[in-house]
C-alpha cells in the first residue's frame, strides 16, 4: 500500500503524464500541449498507432511506429522478449501486436496512478498484475546491470539495491531476499511507495528524478549516504525516456560563442570518458542536474567556423552551410510490399554564408562538413554574404558546388594563425588564412589548366617535377594528386596489374569479413544456449546489413537508376527486420526488387534455398555461408572482370596513355580542389619566429627543433603563455590490451587496471617483447588445460592478431585524445580572446521560441564559470520558460536570478499542489475569481509551467526574479485564508 504523501506523487506523476503525451503526439514535431492531462491510454488509438494492430502491417510505417515507442520506453525490447520469467525468445519474434498490448497495459497504469493521487480523497491502494510486477522488477534488475556497468559500481557499492541472496552459502543458485528493504509489492499484489517512485522514474527526466529521490517529504532514501543515493538515482534513471526537445533559436554573438567554447573546453570526450575510472566518472557528474560532463559530439568545427563567421575574419570566402529540405513533390506509390505509401521526393538545400545572418524564426541553418571537410566558395568579382542556390529552367533547385575542399584537421591551424595574426596587429609581412586558401587554390587549377591543354607535359624524373611545381606554381609535388604524380615524373603504370591486385585485396577482405560474422552469429548461438554471457543476437543489425549488401553487389545497366528507390530500400529494410511477418512474402519482394529472376538479379542471392527463409538469423548464416563460397570461387577462377562490386568499367582502369591524363585533368578543373594537409604550416612558423619567439624563449626552443608540427606549436604557445590544460586528459586510464598483458583477475573476471600516459608510454617502447611472452604463456596454459592437440604456429598466430586488433584501439584512440587536447588549447585561446575583447551590448544570450516569444538573458562575465554556463546554455529548452517570458515582458534579467527562480519553483510546486489538494479535501469555499484562478493555476502547474499573471495583481506590483513561483504560492495560500 503507498503511504507517502499523494500531493509529490501527484505533482510527479503529472509531469510523467506529460512526457508521455508530448513524445507519443500523433505528428511529427511533438510539444507540450501545456493542458491538464486527461488520459495516456486513448494516445495509442491515434491513426498513427493504428499499424500495430494490423494482420499484415506496411513495413516502413511499422518501423517508424516501433522506433517512437522504443525512444518513448527504452525498456520495451526487454518486457516483449521476457513477457515472465521462464520465457525468452528473440526480438524478431515479437508480433506488433505485443508492443501494444504491453503498451496499453503501461499506461493504464499510469492513468489510474494519475487519477488516484490527483483527487485528495481518493485511497492509494493500486493493484497491479503479478506479470507486470515481474516485468518492473525485471527492469530494476536490468537497470542495476546497465548502472555497474556504465559507472563501473561494485558489488560494495550496489549492495543496498541487491534484490537475491544465496539459497545455502556458496552457492550459485540465487533467491529473491526477503529483507530487500526496497520491495515493490507488499505480497498482496499492491505497489509500495518503492515501486511507485521507480515506475514513475521510467517516464521521467534525470533531473526530474533526482528531485523526486531526494524529496524531503517522501523520506525513502534519506538513511542512505550521499554515495549510495547517487547509485539509486543512476540506477532508477538507467531507462529514462528520450523525450522531444522544445527548438529554439540562440541568438549569436562573440560573448556567447566565447562561453561557448569554454563550456565545451570543459566536458570531457566520450573515447576519454569510457577509460576512466568509477571514482573519476563520478567526480565529472554535475551536482545540479547529476548529468556527467561528458561530450555527446565534436563542436569544434561548428565552434571554429562559427569564429570566422562572427570575427568577419573572412571578406570573400564562405562556409558550406544547410539549410534544411524543400519538398519537391509528393504522391501515392506502391511499395515492393505492395502497400501503398505517400512518396516524398526532397531535396537537401546547401548554401554558402554565415549562419546567424540566414537562420530565422522558420529556418535553422548550421555549417555542413562532409566526411571531416568544409566546403569554401567565393567570387573575384565581388564579395556577398550568401550565395544561395540558383534555380533550373525546371524550376528545381541546384546546389552550389564548393571550390574547394577543407579539411577539418586544418580548422585548429587556421584558427591558431587567424588568432596570432589579430594579436600581432596584423603584419603585412604574413599571409593570412584567407589569401593562402585562395592563391592555393588558384595555383591548383592554373597546373590542372596546363597538364589539360598540354602546356605542361611529363617532365622525366620526380625531382624535376618537383622543381618545377616548386618554381612555377608554388607546390609542393607530394600534395598534388597521385596520379598526376606518376605522370609528370614519367612513371610507367601497369594498369592492369593494378587492377588484379587490387581486386585480390579487395575480395579477401571480404571474405575475411564475413567468415567472421559468420563465426560471431554462431558464438552468440551457443552462448544464448545458456553460457555465463548469454545476451540477444542483434536481429536489425543484420537486416541493415543484409539490405546493404543486396544493393551494392546488385549490378546495374542503367547507372544505378534501375535499382530501388530510397522509400523501396527502406521498405525491404523493414521486411528484413520484421522477418517473422513477411517470411512468406520475402522472395515476392526480392522478385520486385529485380534482386532475383531479373537481367540484374544478386549474383547468389536465388541459390538460398527456401528452407532457410523461416528466420532471419538462418537466413543471414545461409547468406553468408554463399557469400563466402560466391567471392571465393570469383578468387580462384580470377572473375573479377565479371564482379559488378569492383567497377571494372572505372575510368581509373582505362590505359594510362597521355589523353588520360589530360581528361584527367580537365575533370580535376571541374571538381572542387583539395586542399593538402599542413597548408598554413609555414605561415604559422613564421609568425611565431618573428613576432612572438624573442619574448618566449620556450616557444624560440621548439621552433628550433627539426620536426615541429603545428599541433606541437600550439601546445608550446599555451605554455609559454600561461594557458592551462584540462586535469581529466592526465587521469588514468584502462585499456584491454594491458589487462590482458598484465592478467589480473578476480573469480575469473579479468580487473581493470589503471595507468597514467606515461606509464602506457613506457610500455609502448616494450610492446612488442610483452605480446609474445603473452602468447607463449597462453600456449601453455591451452596445452595444459586441453586435451586436443594444438599447432603452437597456427595458435600463436591467432593470439597475435587479437593482441594487434587491441593494440589499434589503443594507438587509435590515444591519437583522437591528443587531437582532442589541440583542440581545447585552442577553445580556451580563442574563448578567452573573445571574452577579452566583446562588447557590453554582446553579453546577451537572446532565444527565440517557435511560436514569436523571445526571452534576453544578460551575461555578467564577472559572475559566470565555464560550469554555470553550461547550465545556462540548457535553459532554452526548458519547457517552463515560455510561461516564464510572459511575466518578465522583454526584460533582461540576470542568469543568476533566472536559475534560482526555476530552482525555486521545483520546491514551491510541490508545495502548490499539497495546498491545491487541501483546499479540495477540506472543501473551502471559494470566491468566483479565486475559483477561476485557482483553476488556472491547478492547470498551469500540473502542466509543469507556469500559470498566466493575474489581470489583477497587486497594487504597485512589478515581476522581478527570483520570486515568481513564490508569488503564486502565496495567492494560493490566501485562497486558503493564511
Not at 357 to 384: F, M
Not at 668 to 686: H, M, N, S, T
Not at 888 to 895: C, H, Y
Not at 946 to 960: K, R, V
Amino acid at each position: 500500500m503507498i503511504k507517502g504523501p499523494k500531493y509529490v506523487y501527484a505533482a510527479y506523476l503529472t509531469m510523467a503524464t506529460n512526457n508521455i503525451m508530448a513524445a507519443l503526439a500523433d505528428d511529427e514535431k511533438p510539444t507540450r500541449t501545456g493542458v491538464l492531462p486527461t488520459g495516456t491510454v486513448a494516445l495509442l488509438e491515434q491513426p498513427f498507432y493504428a499499424v500495430l494492430k494490423e494482420a499484415k502491417p506496411e513495413a516502413t510505417r511499422l518501423e517508424m511506429v516501433l522506433n517512437r515507442l522504443r525512444m518513448t520506453f527504452p525498456f520495451l525490447d526487454l518486457i516483449v522478449t521476457s513477457p515472465d520469467a521462464s520465457i525468452r525468445r528473440p526480438l524478431s519474434s515479437v508480433q506488433p501486436i505485443d508492443y501494444y498490448y504491453i503498451t496499453h497495459q503501461l499506461l493504464s497504469l499510469l492513468d489510474q496512478l494519475t487519477a488516484t493521487c490527483m483527487r485528495a480523497d481518493a485511497a492509494c491502494t493500486v493493484l497491479v498484475d503479478y506479470t507486470l510486477q515481474e516485468q518492473l522488477k525485471r527492469c530494476f534488475d536490468e537497470s542495476r546491470r546497465m548502472a555497474a556497468e556504465k559507472f563501473r559500481y561494485s558489488e560494495i557499492d550496489l549492495a543496498c539495491l541487491e534484490r537475491f541472496r544465496r539459497k545455502f552459502p556458496y552457492s550459485a543458485h540465487l533467491v529473491e531476499d526477503s529483507h530487500f528493504p526496497y520491495k515493490f509489492d507488499d505480497g498482496d499484489g499492491q505497489l509500495t511507495d518503492y515501486g511507485l517512485v521507480f515506475f514513475i522514474c521510467l517516464f521521467l527526466g534525470k533531473h526530474a528524478t533526482t528531485c523526486l529521490l531526494n524529496e524531503p517529504d517522501l523520506l525513502l532514501f534519506q538513511e542512505e549516504s550521499e554515495p549510495a543515493r547517487q547509485v539509486c538515482c543512476e540506477v532508477f534513471t538507467a531507462y529514462r525516456p528520450h523525450l522531444p526537445k522544445r527548438h529554439t533559436n540562440v541568438g549569436m554573438n562573440t560573448a556567447v560563442l566565447g562561453w561557448d567554447m569554454l563550456a565545451e573546453r570543459s566536458k570531457c570526450p566520450a573515447e576519454l570518458y569510457s577509460l576512466l575510472s568509477k571514482t573519476d566518472r563520478v567526480s565529472l557528474v554535475d551536482t545540479v542536474d547529476g548529468y556527467p560532463r561528458k561530450r555527446s559530439a565534436d563542436r569544434f568545427p561548428p565552434l571554429i567556423l562559427a569564429y570566422f563567421d562572427l570575427t568577419q575574419a573572412f571578406r570573400k570566402i564562405r562556409f558550406q552551410v544547410s539549410m534544411g529540405k524543400q519538398t519537391l513533390q509528393s504522391y501515392q506509390k506502391q511499395t515492393v510490399d505492395g502497400a501503398v505509401q505517400e512518396r516524398v521526393i526532397r531535396k537537401s538545400l546547401n548554401a554558402f554564408g554565415r549562419p546567424h545572418l540566414l537562420s530565422d524564426e522558420t529556418t535553422h541553418v548550421q555549417y555542413l562538413l562532409k566526411g571531416n571537410k568544409i566546403g569554401l566558395y567565393w567570387e573575384d568579382a565581388e564579395s556577398k554574404d550568401a550565395y544561395l542556390p540558383t534555380n533550373t529552367a525546371s524550376g528545381k533547385p541546384l546546389n552550389r558546388q564548393p571550390l574547394c575542399w577543407l579539411s577539418g584537421y586544418e580548422l585548429a591551424p587556421m584558427a591558431f594563425l587567424q588568432c596570432l595574426y589579430v594579436e600581432a596587429g596584423c603584419p603585412e609581412d604574413v599571409l593570412t588564412p584567407e589569401a593562402i586558401i585562395t592563391e592555393y587554390t588558384e595555383s591548383y587549377r592554373r597546373l590542372f589548366q596546363n597538364v589539360a591543354t598540354g602546356q605542361l607535359l611529363p617532365q622525366g624524373h620526380p625531382a624535376k617535377a618537383s622543381l618545377t611545381l616548386s618554381r612555377n606554381y608554388n607546390l609542393r609535388f607530394t600534395h598534388i594528386p597521385k596520379e598526376l604524380q606518376n605522370y609528370l615524373s614519367g612513371k610507367p603504370v601497369n594498369i592492369e596489374e593494378q587492377f588484379y591486385q587490387s581486386a585480390d585485396e579487395t575480395v579477401e577482405r571480404m571474405i575475411k569479413i564475413s567468415k567472421s560474422q559468420l563465426n560471431k552469429v554462431n558464438q552468440t548461438e551457443r552462448a544464448m544456449r545458456g553460457g555465463r554471457t548469454s545476451h540477444m543476437l542483434n536481429t536489425e543489425k543484420m537486416a541493415d546489413f543484409l539490405a546493404a549488401d543486396f544493393l551494392a553487389l546488385q549490378p546495374t545497366q542503367a547507372d544505378g537508376k534501375d535499382k530501388l528507390t530510397g522509400l523501396n530500400y527502406h521498405t525491404l529494410r523493414s521486411s528484413l527486420i520484421h522477418f517473422n511477418l513477411y517470411q512468406s512474402r520475402l522472395y515476392g519482394i526480392f522478385v520486385r526488387c529485380r534482386l532475383v529472376d531479373s537481367p540484374i538479379e544478386h549474383p547468389f542471392l536465388a541459390c538460398i534455398p527456401k528452407e532457410f527463409y523461416t528466420d532471419i538469423v538462418r537466413f543471414y548464416k545461409a547468406y553468408l555461408r554463399e557469400k563466402i563460397r560466391y567471392l571465393s570461387y570469383c578468387r580462384d577462377k580470377q572473375m573479377y572482370v565479371d564482379c559488378y562490386f569492383l567497377h571494372v568499367d572505372r575510368r581509373k582502369w582505362d590505359v594510362h596513355d597521355h589523353s588520360y591524363y589530360r581528361d584527367l585533368a580537365a575533370r580535376y578543373l571541374q571538381q572542387p580542389i583539395e586542399l593538402p594537409r599542413g597548408l598554413f604550416a609555414d605561415a604559422v612558423k613564421r609568425l611565431l619566429s618573428v613576432h612572438f619567439a624573442p619574448s618566449m624563449p620556450t616557444l624560440a626552443a621548439a621552433l628550433q627543433q627539426e620536426h615541429c608540427n603545428v599541433s606541437y606549436l600550439i601546445q608550446s604557445y599555451c605554455q609559454a603563455s600561461g594557458a592551462g590544460e584540462q586535469p581529466f586528459y592526465k587521469w588514468k586510464r584502462s585499456y584491454r590490451l594491458f589487462n590482458l598483458l598484465d592478467g589480473q583477475y578476480v573469480d575469473k573476471r579479468l580487473e581493470a587496471q589503471y595507468y597514467t600516459v606515461k606509464e602506457m608510454e613506457q610500455r609502448s617502447r616494450t610492446l612488442k617483447g610483452e605480446m609474445a611472452e603473452y602468447c607463449s604463456q597462453q600456449f601453455e596454459q591451452a596445452i595444459r588445460s586441453s586435451r586436443r592437440v594444438l599447432n603452437r604456429k597456427s595458435y600463436l598466430s591467432l593470439q597475435q592478431n587479437r593482441l594487434r586488433h587491441l593494440v589499434a584501439e589503443y594507438t587509435g584512440t590515444e591519437k583522437q585524445l591528443r587531437l582532442y587536447q589541440t583542440q581545447d588549447r585552442m577553445l580556451q585561446l580563442i574563448g578567452s580572446h573573445l571574452l577579452a575583447t566583446a562588447e557590453a551590448e554582446d553579453n546577451n544570450l537572446t532565444v527565440r521560441y517557435p511560436d514569436g516569444q523571445t526571452l534576453s538573458v544578460r551575461l555578467n562575465i564577472a559572475l559566470l564559470s565555464p560550469e554555470i554556463y553550461a547550465q545556462l546554455r540548457r535553459i532554452p529548452r526548458d519547457n517552463r520558460l515560455p510561461s516564464l517570458s510572459v511575466y518578465l515582458a522583454g526584460k533582461i534579467v540576470e542568469p543568476t536570478a533566472l536559475l534560482q527562480e526555476l530552482e525555486t519553483y521545483d520546491r514551491y510546486r510541490i508545495l502548490i499542489v499539497q495546498l491545491i489538494q487541501n483546499i479540495e479535501r477540506n472543501r473551502i469555499s471559494l470566491s468566483e475569481a479565486d475559483a477561476r484562478r485557482l483553476a488556472v493555476i491547478r492547470q498551469a502547474i500540473y502542466a509543469d509551467t507556469y500559470p498566466a499573471p493575474p489581470q489583477m495583481p497587486d497594487a504597485n506590483h512589478t515581476w522581478e526574479l527570483p520570486g515568481i513561483i513564490e508569488h503564486t504560492y502565496r495567492e494560493t495560500l490566501a485562497m486558503m485564508g493564511h
